[in-house]
């Protein structure tokens, strides 16, 4: 299954409750749940170690609202992007947030990516 054959309103339904998930994880610290969805291909690159200072030392990523805006999706190859406008609560200013998803060997919807910019 491709996911870039679904429509917005079904890729929605798996982006929303994930990238809430994230989210919350990034705001919290809690890096079982920030990687919970994430594709195996994405674990093996990430270094646990790094990503817990990012918690630790950037205000950002401890500080995002769950306040946010749908701005679309792009379709490429096997793999969805979906942006999001992104506040924080502790910042001024906008963010775009980025959540790549596609189906794994087992026709699982996974992360292939999360970031903000």
Do not use: C
């Amino acid at each position: 299954m491709n996911i870039i054959d679904l429509s917005d309103d079904e890729i929605l339904h798996f982006a929303e409750p994930m990238w809430i998930e994230v989210v919350r994880a990034s705001n919290t610290g809690d890096y079982g749940k920030f990687i919970r969805n994430f594709d195996y291909s994405l674990m093996k690159g990430l270094n646990e170690v790094e990503v817990g200072r990012q918690f630790a030392n950037s205000d950002l990523t401890r500080s995002l609202s769950e306040v946010y805006d749908y701005l679309g999706i792009i379709r490429r190859g096997q793999h969805v992007t979906v942006l999001y406008r992104m506040r924080s609560t502790k910042r001024e200013g906008e963010w775009l947030g980025r959540l790549v998803l596609g189906f794994n060997e087992s026709d699982e919807v996974k992360i292939y990516g999360a970031s903000i910019f």
